[in-house]
């Protein structure tokens, strides 16, 4: 195996060689030799068409799986070292994950699904209702509290989920295809307090098809068959 | 009263005839044999205190005032039979009187309670009537000898003089005598009741008018009411381990109902398990909310089996005419074994839930 660099302090995420192998009849490399670094309060776009391995790189990323082969850093440490009790203690505090399908507890209020990342990390109750009461304000869903996802739009649950994700103040946040299932007005409003939180500081990393929200990215990374294909630097002055 | 299983009744011995070889409950199949000398030869036996001939009168009914209830028969024992620590009210009937005693379940049958004092007039099978004086009313409405059984329906109680009508010539006397199908030998003490019984079965089978009037295909059967104890005993344990078989097998199939809601509930709540887990829920977190749930799926079963199982007692009991007893101890053994089920049923689905991978968790459908 040839030499890879050592991951930069100053790195929020870095990807060294990594490979993910799936064995289904076939052995599939959904990734297969990735090498990428997201510095601190960076905004990184990922682009890439279908089956070519994003969700497995964010899962990746987002501390639900593990590689196959090569280091993956979070947050200075390094995944292969942790136990599984510490991924899962190291995802709820550094990450937030907003996934494509938003993936909220169906039997749980908008606050409460806010709220439960907070449970599982400690916070006591009283701290975890004020903090959940904020960040769905803050999403533009202050009236919505109560409402359980099924009494939500689509656009509304997209934004549930953005707070769920912000809980426990991550550093790093994640969205795979987050503007998959919104109209461009809601879409617009998602991206905006993607940009207002990566203004913030916060390490953002997103998945989408589509080009325009790409752009909101300092950069774009083009995935084909599980590999860079090549990164692409945005000026971003020019965006703004 | 005499007929006491325990404590007096230790010195008794109940004597009966039966078909041979039969092992029916005390009196079954007895035959109106031991005649009036029988029971004063036996009482002439050594060590023999008192002879007691029991036998029943057959009723069409008995009416109090304007008030008539259907009563089958009433009992009659030819001696002193209750002592006055029996009655709750009055005394007991005496020989050749126009008298009875009353169970409270008697005394209650009636819409204007009969009281001792009061005048019944019973309507004898045969249509005749008699007028009877309430001289007593019993303590309780228990069984007042082996012969009677279990159970608390009403009862009537009447001396064997004069409404014990069952009459045969007796061989010895050649005399019409009155023959009961059954008697209470009581010994002086409860140390002589063996020999008592041995006596007793000795005088029956060789002398008695007994003997002669006895059907050919019967014995007589003479049990101290001790063997009886025993007898009630081993039917007392036989139920007993046939209920905990039965409280077994139910906890079985309890424990293996919880495991199956819990494995259902895992299965169902897969996704929400995943999401958990990606919100950084640890495999302990997951683990406990589950077990949790089988706690308390265990308790609320535990007591709610409780709070049935005082009903079906409660009922049951009333129905055989046991004393109803709560058994507390029971209840507490139940409900921490309930708990205990429930955690082991849920351990296993508990796991189960919380080894879940959260990729594949949120990919199920
Ligand atoms: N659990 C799995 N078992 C087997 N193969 C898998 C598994 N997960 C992903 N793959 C395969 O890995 C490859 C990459 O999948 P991935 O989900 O990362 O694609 P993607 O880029 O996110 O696609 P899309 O844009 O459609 O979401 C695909 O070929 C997929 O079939
Ligand atoms: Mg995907």
Redesign the pocket.
């Known amino acids: 195996m040839t030499a890879v660099p050592e991951a930069s302090v100053e790195s929020a995420v870095s990807l060294q060689a990594v490979r993910k192998r799936?064995d289904?009849g076939e052995p599939?490399f959904?990734l297969d030799g990735v090498t990428l670094d997201l510095p601190r309060g960076s905004y990184t776009a990922v682009m890439?068409?279908?089956?070519?391995?994003?969700?497995?790189?964010m899962n990746l990323v987002g501390l639900l799986d593990t590689p196959t082969d090569g280091r993956v850093v979070v947050d200075g440490r390094d995944v292969a070292t942790l136990s599984g009790a510490d991924r899962t203690a190291l995802r709820g505090e550094a990450v937030g994950f907003v996934f494509?399908t938003f993936n909220l507890m169906p039997r749980l209020t908008a606050l409460d699904n806010v709220a439960l990342p907070m449970v599982f990390a400690g916070v006591a109750r009283a701290n975890r209702e004020a903090r959940a009461t904020a960040l769905l304000g803050g999403v533009g869903l202050g009236d919505r509290l109560d409402h359980l996802p099924n009494e939500l739009s689509g656009g509304q649950r997209q934004r549930v989920a953005i707070a769920r994700a912000l809980a426990n103040d991550p550093t790093i946040l994640l969205a795979?295809?987050p503007t998959g299932n919104l109209d461009s007005k809601t879409s617009a409003d998602v991206l905006a307090l993607f940009d207002e939180l990566n203004a913030e500081g916060n390490t953002v990393l997103l998945?989408t098809?589509e080009r325009d929200v790409a752009e909101h990215a300092e950069r774009i990374v083009h995935?084909l068959d599980?590999r860079l294909e090549r990164v692409e630097e945005l000026d971003t002055v020019s965006h703004i | 009263m005499v007929g006491d299983l325990g404590g007096e009744g230790a010195s008794n011995v109940n004597v009966w005839s039966a078909p041979t070889g039969t092992a029916g409950p005390p009196g079954a199949g007895a035959q109106p044999v031991f005649t009036t000398s029988d029971v004063d030869e036996l009482d002439r036996l050594a060590g023999v205190r008192e002879v007691v001939p029991r036998g029943s009168a057959p009723l069409s009914a008995v009416r109090s005032g304007d008030d008539t209830v259907a009563l089958q028969q009433a009992t009659t024992y030819g001696r002193p039979y209750f002592a006055s620590e029996d009655l709750r009210d009055g005394r007991a009937f005496r020989q050749g009187a126009n008298e009875t005693v009353l169970n409270p379940t008697a005394a209650a049958l009636f819409e204007e309670n009969v009281s001792v004092g009061d005048t019944l007039t019973l309507t004898l099978e045969d249509g005749r009537q008699a007028e009877v004086r309430v001289v007593g009313i019993l303590d309780t409405s228990g069984a007042q000898d082996p012969f009677e059984g279990f159970g608390e329906g009403p009862r009537v109680y009447l001396p064997a003089d004069p409404y014990y009508e069952r009459v045969v010539t007796a061989p010895g006397s050649g005399e019409r005598e009155r023959a009961y199908p059954a008697a209470f030998v009581i010994a002086d003490g409860p140390e002589a009741v063996d020999g008592v019984r041995e006596r007793t079965l000795d005088y029956l089978r060789d002398e008695s008018d007994a003997a002669s009037l006895l059907a050919p295909n019967a014995e007589f059967v003479a049990q101290t009411n001790e063997e009886l104890l025993d007898q009630v005993r081993d039917i007392l344990d036989t139920l007993t381990a046939f209920v905990t078989g039965v409280a077994v097998i139910s906890l079985v199939v309890g424990a293996i109902g919880i495991a199956n809601i819990m494995l259902v509930s895992v299965t169902e709540r897969t996704r929400e398990i995943g999401i958990m887990k990606a919100v950084g829920a640890s495999d302990r977190d997951v683990l406990g909310l589950f077990l949790v749930e089988a706690v308390v799926l265990g308790v609320v079963g535990a007591l709610f089996g409780t709070l049935v199982g005082f009903g079906a007692g409660y009922l049951g009991t009333r129905f055989v005419g046991l004393p109803y007893v709560v058994p507390w101890e029971w209840a507490v053994v139940a409900v921490v074994v309930g708990v205990l089920v429930g955690v082991v049923a849920g351990l296993y689905p508990a796991w189960n839930a919380a080894r879940t991978d959260p990729?594949?968790a949120l990919?199920y459908e």
């Open positions: 799936y289904r599939v959904a890439g068409p279908s089956g070519s391995g994003k969700s497995t790189l494509q795979d295809e998945v098809h995935i599980g | 990729i594949d990919r």
